[in-house]
């Protein structure tokens, strides 16, 4: 279940408990959309960018999530995002920064180079 539509449901609970009108039934349709609704999936963003800064072009993009890995297609004008940011603003939280640590220049680097990725 969408996380607003859960907190639209549990703040209407909370209005029936205000004036006193909540009943069992209202807790047990709680539940039982708790249960239904299992965790949601983690969904990975794969992003390679052009360089190690968040400002920096994507030059390569994939997900993972429902469907196993998916590109996002060779038109880099249809990605959904041109840098690493536009994903951060979008709700995307970074768990790997690029290994700078394996970069020895800024033209040369050993391991995927300038490789971001995010989760939901």
Known sequence: MDAALL???LRGCLTKFREGNLQESDLEGMLDIL???AAPRQQLLYLSASGSS???PVIGISFIGDEAGEQAGDDPDGWPY???????HDGWRVIKFPELALMLHETHTYGLGCEFILEK
């Open 7 to 9: 907190e639209d449901r």
């Open 54 to 56: 968040v400002h920096s």
């Open 82 to 88: 041109q840098t690493v940011l536009e994903a951060i």
């Open 35 to 37: 249960q239904d609704g």
